[in-house]
């Protein structure tokens, strides 16, 4: 093995923690479809095939040093989406949570002076800014639409395309 056994727990986690974020964004999407909301829904379908890309990512790389793989039970979504706004603010604080994950993998990587896991993390630290940044401004569009006005945000949403 490639990496120390710490790394790829963290990294065996994390497949778990993406494909989990995977299934809470079809969830959200599906609370958009069900309001006839289909950019929205779009938004969040789309979100969710990306962090199913971001869990194969680790799942390669975890393969390409012999880590071996081993994903943990993937707990349920969060059901309770009732509003535009609480949609948004699961999503954010998820994002923050993963920037955590990946800067704890990235932590690890720098102490034990593992250069390849630093290369490919790397690329997550890049994407969870964007993330990040991303949910933040999309949450204030729909704070400051309204849920009363959430077309506009469809409108928006067309019009970031």
Same mark, same amino acid.
């Given at each position: 093995?490639?990496?120390?056994?710490?790394?790829?727990?963290?990294?065996?986690?994390?497949?778990?923690?993406?494909?989990?974020?995977?299934?809470?964004?079809?969830?959200?999407?599906?609370?958009?479809? @069900?309001?006839? #909301? &289909?950019?929205? /829904?779009?938004?969040?379908?789309?979100?969710?095939?990306?962090?199913? %890309?971001? $869990?194969?990512?680790?799942?390669?790389?975890?393969?390409?040093? @012999?880590?071996? #793989? &081993?994903?943990? /039970?993937?707990?349920?979504?969060?059901?309770?989406?009732?509003?535009? %706004?609480? $949609?948004?603010?699961?999503?954010?604080?998820?994002?923050?949570?993963?920037?955590?994950?990946?800067?704890?993998?990235?932590?690890?990587?720098?102490?034990?002076?593992?250069?390849?896991?630093? $290369?490919?993390?790397?690329?997550?630290?890049?994407?969870?800014?964007?993330?990040?940044?991303?949910?933040?401004?999309?949450?204030?569009?729909?704070?400051?639409?309204?849920?009363?006005?959430?077309?506009?945000?469809?409108?928006?949403?067309?019009?970031?395309?």
């Amino acid at each position: 093995m490639q990496i120390n056994k710490a790394m790829a727990d963290l990294m065996n986690a994390q497949v778990g923690n993406e494909l989990g974020a995977s299934n809470q964004y079809v969830q959200i999407a599906s609370y958009f479809d @069900g309001e006839a #909301l &289909s950019k929205l /829904a779009k938004f969040f379908y789309d979100q969710a095939e990306e962090e199913r %890309e971001h $869990a194969m990512k680790f799942v390669h790389y975890l393969m390409e040093v @012999g880590a071996g #793989l &081993s994903i943990d /039970a993937i707990p349920a979504t969060k059901t309770d989406i009732d509003s535009a %706004e609480r $949609a948004f603010e699961m999503s954010l604080a998820w994002e923050q949570e993963v920037t955590g994950q990946i800067n704890a993998m990235m932590d690890l990587a720098i102490q034990e002076k593992d250069y390849a896991s630093q $290369a490919f993390l790397q690329w997550f630290v890049t994407e969870q800014v964007e993330e990040v940044s991303t949910m933040e401004s999309m949450l204030q569009v729909v704070r400051k639409a309204g849920e009363k006005n959430l077309l506009m945000v469809e409108a928006y949403l067309t019009h970031r395309e």
